[in-house]
């Protein structure tokens, strides 16, 4: 993979327009599309996208966001038993190795949320691979994403605003706005270039569809149909 990666960044046929399309930054993005396709953690469908923007999208996931941190299930499998770098040798093996079977499926649970009386008992993470459509978070198209990112719109309304005491179910009482997602970053997200989106997209386009945990309360978590 880290030869594949070698081989794209190169030809300029997959290589990812820069900003200003200049020197310095031409060579700093090839670094960051050649790293990113060495340290995506699960096997990469290019077929039919522009892999310089799979690369520049990992690069940003994995390497720069975490988002797999959030968009697990837990801190517990978000490494293998022998891969997590936050043990001591042994277990750990030297080299860190992401979970893949948990991987951006999300199903963490950030609840009580806010804390307090009137809290939702769950708020769980979404699932960010794609589904069966090929689109991520469930089958979103680019625009909804950037609407996601910019504006942290929540198209899936699991939480919205209390229109009376603890009604309609799972809502969230005020001053907390039921229309946005509510623990994503996204106020900082929002501040990402068009082309850093576009690459973020395409990567989790890239990545094999997981229907993520079972077992959780479906209301508030709905797993991803992949066939």
Same mark, same amino acid.
């Given at each position: 993979?880290?030869?594949?990666?070698?081989?794209?960044?190169?030809?300029?046929?997959?290589?990812?327009?820069?900003?200003?399309?200049?020197?310095?930054?031409?060579?700093?993005?090839?670094?960051?599309?050649?790293?990113?396709?060495?340290?995506?953690?699960?096997?990469?469908?290019?077929?039919?996208?522009?892999?310089?923007?799979?690369?520049?999208?990992?690069?940003?996931?994995?390497?720069?966001?975490?988002?797999?941190?959030?968009?697990?299930?837990?801190?517990?499998?978000?490494?293998?038993?022998?891969?997590?770098?936050?043990?001591?040798?042994?277990?750990?093996?030297?080299?860190?190795?992401?979970?893949?079977?948990?991987?951006?499926?999300?199903?963490?649970?950030?609840?009580?949320? +806010? *804390?307090?009386? =009137?809290?939702? !008992?769950? &708020? $769980?993470?979404? #699932?960010?691979?794609?589904?069966?459509?090929?689109?991520?978070?469930?089958?979103?198209?680019?625009?909804?994403?950037?609407?996601?990112?910019?504006?942290?719109?929540?198209?899936?309304?699991?939480?919205?605003?209390?229109?009376?005491?603890?009604?309609?179910?799972?809502?969230?009482?005020?001053?907390?706005?039921?229309?946005?997602?509510?623990?994503?970053?996204?106020?900082?997200?929002?501040?990402?270039?068009?082309?850093?989106?576009?690459?973020?997209?395409?990567?989790?386009?890239?990545?094999?569809?997981? +229907? *993520?945990?079972? =077992?959780?309360? !479906?209301? &508030? $978590?709905?797993? #991803?149909?992949?066939?």
């Amino acid at each position: 993979l880290l030869c594949l990666g070698t081989m794209l960044v190169r030809s300029p046929q997959v290589r990812a327009q820069n900003d200003n399309n200049q020197g310095n930054q031409s060579n700093d993005d090839e670094s960051k599309i050649k790293q990113g396709l060495a340290i995506a953690p699960v096997p990469l469908n290019l077929e039919g996208k522009n892999p310089a923007l799979v690369g520049l999208g990992s690069y940003i996931v994995n390497a720069q966001v975490d988002c797999n941190g959030c968009h697990g299930l837990n801190p517990a499998v978000e490494f293998t038993p022998t891969g997590n770098p936050y043990l001591l040798s042994p277990p750990f093996s030297g080299t860190k190795t992401v979970n893949p079977s948990h991987y951006l499926a999300g199903g963490r649970d950030f609840g009580p949320f +806010p *804390g307090g009386p =009137g809290s939702i !008992p769950h &708020l $769980y993470t979404r #699932n960010l691979t794609p589904d069966k459509t090929g689109r991520p978070e469930g089958g979103r198209t680019f625009e909804e994403f950037v609407q996601i990112m910019r504006h942290g719109t929540d198209f899936d309304h699991i939480h919205p605003s209390c229109t009376g005491v603890g009604t309609p179910a799972n809502c969230l009482s005020f001053p907390f706005n039921g229309d946005l997602l509510q623990v994503m970053p996204w106020p900082a997200y929002a501040n990402m270039t068009d082309r850093d989106l576009l690459a973020i997209y395409t990567y989790l386009s890239a990545i094999p569809c997981n +229907p *993520g945990p079972s =077992g959780l309360d !479906p209301t &508030l $978590y709905e797993q #991803n149909v992949c066939e």
